[in-house]
């Protein structure tokens, strides 16, 4: 059954050869099931018929008949169990069957993709990411720091000008007004400013309680 002219034939097709059998054989038991049914309907009637018409020995023949008929009832029912169950087995067999090709088509793919992949290639390439991610970040580290020294500058020069302003409104003087120049040493107009402060400097020398006490004592010498 497994060879045709010589040629084995695969195990998919055994196993579909197999469960077709089974399967042919499940439906006869089930006819001969069916007609053993019947039969025993038939039986139980005629038995009844005779019964009721006092016929005891063809009541008894029947009754045989009507036992026999149930026994091979039970051993159909109990043959087509037996055969549901080797239709299972070959499923059993087939999904493990399935289950190892897979597994070995899978195995065949990793040790195919194991061999595509280049390993030394890969290490190349992330040191490669490595270093140039390396500069990317010394780059954008630089670029920072450039950034904060300009936009640094900028916020000291606006803090500048604002505590300049502070101090100004402070001192009651805003930043639009002109702030007075000082004289110049030497010149006309001081002397003519500081002399008039030394006139009342010395009118009124009196009010210095050290040139006091200086000429209380020169007045005491006097005496």
């Known amino acids: 059954m497994g060879q045709v002219f010589g040629k084995e034939k695969p195990l998919k097709e055994v196993m579909r050869e197999n469960k077709r059998v089974i399967t042919r054989a499940v439906r006869e038991l089930d006819r001969e099931k069916m007609a053993l049914e019947r039969e025993e309907k038939r039986l139980t009637i005629e038995i009844k018929k005779a019964a009721k018409e006092q016929q005891m020995k063809s009541v008894k023949i029947m009754a045989k008949d009507l036992v026999r008929t149930r026994q091979y009832i039970t051993k159909f029912v109990e043959m087509r169990s037996h055969l549901q169950g ?101 010149s006309p107009t001081a002397a003519m400013e500081t002399a008039p402060g030394k006139v009342a400097q010395a009118a009124g020398g009196g009010d210095d309680p050290a040139l006091s006490e200086l000429e209380a004592r020169l007045n005491n010498l006097k005496r």
Do not use: W, Y
Not at 108 to 125: L, R, S
Not at 152 to 180: A, K, M, T, W, Y
């Open 86 to 186: 080797c239709a299972l087995k070959l499923q059993t067999v087939k999904s493990h069957q399935a289950m190892a090709e897979a597994m070995k088509s899978t195995a065949t793919a990793m040790q195919k993709m194991n061999k595509a992949v280049d390993v030394p290639a890969i290490n190349k390439m992330m040191a490669e990411f490595e270093r140039e991610n390396a500069k990317t970040e010394m780059m954008q580290e630089i670029m920072g720091d450039a950034m904060d020294d300009v936009m640094g500058e900028e916020e000291n020069e606006e803090e500048e000008d604002r505590i300049v302003s502070q101090v100004l409104d402070e001192i009651g003087i805003s930043f639009g007004e002109e702030i007075p120049d000082a004289p110049v040493l030497g």
